[in-house]
Nanobody, 125 residues
Framework: HVQLVESGGGLVQAGGSLRLSCAASGLGAFKNYAMGWFRQAPGKAREFVSAINWSGGSTYYADSVKGRFTISRDNAKNTVYLQVNSLQPEDTAVYYC?????????????????WGQGTQVTVSS
């Protein structure tokens, strides 16, 4: 079965950085999947953060994280990453990795069928 396992979250001071990872298994050919990162802050709906196409050649970011976050993938390791820099308290959330059975990236939550359990990122001021 499909399994996405996020890691790398934690508690960091404002201005700090983290590298989130998402290891995928059970997808078959990982390179056939576009991947995305979403986040959910307490009391708020889950929101799109970033997405990447099958090759890594196309990426997209929410305006709120553009210039601070970088998504990448290593198809040989079946892993997608999210480098998060210049973190602010408003970035505090559970960050979820998701897989879309398509070569093309999407920003729509409904386009992603497989989800990880999430990793907590907490930014203190």
């Amino acid at each position: 079965h499909v399994q996405l396992v996020e890691s790398g979250g934690g508690l960091v001071q404002a201005g700090g950085s983290l590298r989130l990872s998402c290891a995928a298994s059970g997808l078959g050919a990982f390179k056939n999947y576009a991947m995305g990162w979403f986040r959910q802050a307490p009391g708020k709906a889950r929101e799109f953060v970033s997405a990447i196409n099958w090759s890594g050649g196309s990426t997209y970011y929410a305006d709120s994280v553009k210039g601070r976050f970088t998504i990448s993938r290593d198809n040989a390791k079946n892993t997608v990453y999210l480098q998060v820099n210049s973190l602010q308290p408003e970035d505090t959330a559970v960050y979820y990795c998701a897989a879309r059975n398509s070569l093309v990236l999407s920003t729509m939550e409904s386009d992603f069928r497989s989800w990880g359990q999430g990793t907590q990122v907490t930014v203190s001021s």
